[in-house]
């Protein structure tokens, strides 16, 4: 990647005036009316509007449709890449805080104006909706096909509004309205009391923040993730914590730059550094995260020395239980991938006991050919495990159906135990397939699996085109202990908390709910049989400690969210958009009465990662 950012490349194209009627959900009748209206305007010519006439004070313009000659401003960013084209500002504002006095204009090929131009244009005003319509996704209020005359140039740029933790509100956004389906978008703006009014309200407007932390490391795609407000559900390793769905933190602001990577590259930043002097430029919104700063200047990147944590190592007399999700490992990754990870099982997570891994893809990667074996993939990873000075584990796993399981196509993710026998031994019982499931057997206070390992009721629906839990039974100095192993179905689907839908419509819940539903009657099968069970329920859960999917698996006291036994601001082992939040977990059954558990953070918070995942260990004796 050199000058340009290809992701952006996905989301360049215009959404036109019919499709501007479906941001605002409500009954087909209403849709029908708004695109009557819009195609009846799309026939007039408005003259002479200003910028903050076209921005309007909702969502979506009172002009969108319509042709505007004159729409004069100054232009105050350039963007060469992706979704091409510049924003202009008007210089002279209203006294209308909810009308945002700049505007982003589409060109689709690289524009010929130059910051500090003063312009004249006549074009089309649309919503540009990024992700598609049916995102959920906030619409873009920009000005299309542009005619553009030059009046002149090296003007001023209009003084840049400060963004900070004194102007942002502490409220996040409005209650949808249910006569819209929830949306937002026709709500008189609101930048006093919502941030997300706040933010909307400053569309195309240039902007600026000062020094800032880093909440959310720079990314693949030359991005980083900021907060104005220092102390907001704040970490002491730099983060801002997501805790509930009322906490989706309102200083955090996407940061790109305008100025091409080949002529500037972007700083490499991780949780905790600071962005420091100023960054300046017009505020867009994006697929990738909502309301973002495209720097026109660029802050000075300052480090912080984040270090990867590293666990305490297990007492003689402690079983240590890891999850990883070790995102998409197969053979055609390069060798520093598998070194990088191993070296991490043995160094920063102490060489486990049992390792639950999540995502080993089967030995082909994703070359979709019918191959479902993951033998010379989990070999090449436990070589190098033994490599980095760890233990020789044994493993056991499961191959799916082909294509069955979801994940990158071919692929053919799956969850594998990996155990160091020399501490701990498995109990094979045969039998286990892709489609067959293991059941509980055994007397009173003696359970067992029929299978082992084995996998928990893989005909449900609930794991359809998901992966299915791998139940595998253990030995630790004479006592048994159950390990089911998960990786549950991902968020995608899902609106953003930026969503025009508020709160967003969360639509992967329904599954995770019914497969966290199977989970928990698994374990209470167990218990049934033995109360004081020792049973571990590990894993990608891809939902939240405070989630219904968490809920789900602690119904009727079966489980608990060991993550919880952690202060609020050490819980997460991800980090999405500048927000840290849970996505794996480890629960434990009653019987687990004292333990230690830990979020190793070895991966999400840093720019160069292994895995986006941060693992987790909980140690116990049994």
Request: no cysteine; proline share 6%; charged share 20%.
């Amino acid at each position: 990647m050199s000058s340009s950012i290809p992701r952006f490349a996905a989301v360049s194209a215009v959404v036109a005036s019919a499709l501007a009627a479906g941001l605002l959900a409500g009954p087909s009748s209403a849709a029908a009316e708004i695109a009557a209206t819009e195609s009846a305007a799309a026939e007039t010519t408005a003259a002479g509007v200003r910028i903050h006439d076209i921005q309007g004070t909702t969502r979506v313009s009172p002009l969108v449709g319509k042709q505007v000659t004159g729409v004069t401003g100054i232009v105050t960013g350039v963007r060469t890449y992706g979704s091409r084209g510049f924003w202009i500002q008007d210089p002279n504002a209203d006294d209308n805080p909810a009308t945002s006095e700049g505007i982003f204009v589409f060109t689709s090929s690289v524009p010929t104006v130059a910051v500090g131009d003063a312009i004249s244009l006549n074009g089309t005003v649309t919503e540009y909706v990024p992700g598609g319509l049916n995102s959920g996704n906030q619409s873009l209020t920009q000005i299309s096909k542009p005619v553009i005359t030059v009046l002149s140039k090296g003007n001023p740029v209009p003084a840049p509004v400060t963004i900070s933790a004194w102007s942002v509100p502490d409220e996040y956004a409005p209650e949808g309205d249910p006569a819209a389906g929830g949306s937002i978008n026709g709500l008189t703006l609101g930048p006093e009391t919502y941030a997300l009014d706040y933010y909307e309200s400053l569309e195309g407007t240039n902007v600026r923040i000062d020094s800032s932390r880093v909440v959310g490391a720079t990314d693949p795609y030359a991005e980083l993730w900021v907060t104005v407000k220092p102390w907001e559900n704040d970490n002491e390793r730099g983060g801002t914590v997501y805790g509930s769905y009322e906490s989706q933190n309102t200083g955090r602001l996407q940061i790109q730059s305008l100025t091409p990577l080949a002529q500037q590259p972007f700083p490499k930043a991780n949780v905790g550094d600071r962005l420091t002097g100023t960054t300046e430029g017009p505020l867009d919104f994006n697929q990738f995260g909502g309301y973002t700063l495209t720097a026109r200047t660029l802050g000075t990147l300052e480090d912080n020395g984040l270090e990867r944590e590293t666990t305490d190592k297990q007492h003689k007399n402690e079983l240590a239980v890891a999850t990883y999700n070790v995102e998409n490992l197969d053979p055609t990754d390069p060798q520093e991938k598998f070194d990088a990870l191993a070296k991490a099982v043995v160094e920063n997570l102490a060489s486990p006991d049992i390792v639950a891994l999540e995502e080993i893809q089967d030995n082909n990667g994703a070359k979709n050919d019918g191959t479902v074996a993951a033998d010379v993939t989990v070999k090449k990873f436990t070589d190098a495990i033994v490599a980095a000075g760890g233990p020789a584990y044994e493993w056991r796993s499961i191959d799916p159906q082909n294509g069955k399981d979801g994940g990158e196509p071919g692929g053919n993710i799956r969850q594998v135990f990996l155990f160091n026998p020399e501490r701990v031994s498995f109990t094979d019982r045969a039998g286990g397939d892709a489609t067959t499931a293991t059941a509980v057997t055994g007397t009173k206070g003696r359970a067992a699996l029929t299978l082992s390992p084995g996998r928990i009721d893989p005909a449900n629906t609930a794991w359809e085109a998901s992966r299915k839990p791998l139940a595998g039974e253990f030995v630790f100095r004479g006592r048994t202990v159950f390990v089911i192993a998960n990786h549950l179905t991902s968020k995608g689907g899902d609106e953003s908390i930026v969503s025009h839908h508020q709160p967003p419509n969360r639509s992967s819940e329904a599954k995770r709910l019914l497969q966290a539903q199977a989970v928990n009657a698994f374990v209470k099968e167990i218990e049934a049989v033995d109360k004081q069970a020792d049973v571990l329920v590990v894993g990608d859960m891809n939902d939240f400690e405070f989630s219904g999917t968490t809920e789900a698996m602690t119904d009727g006291g079966a489980l608990y969210p060991a993550i919880t036994s952690l202060p609020e601001s050490e819980r997460y082992s991800y980090v999405y958009q500048g927000n840290s939040q849970v996505l794996d977990q480890i629960l434990t059954s009653p019987g687990v009465h004292h333990f230690e558990y830990d979020s190793v953070h070895i991966n999400a918070e840093f720019a160069d990662q292994n895995s986006d995942h941060d693992p987790q260990v909980l140690r116990f004796r049994p």
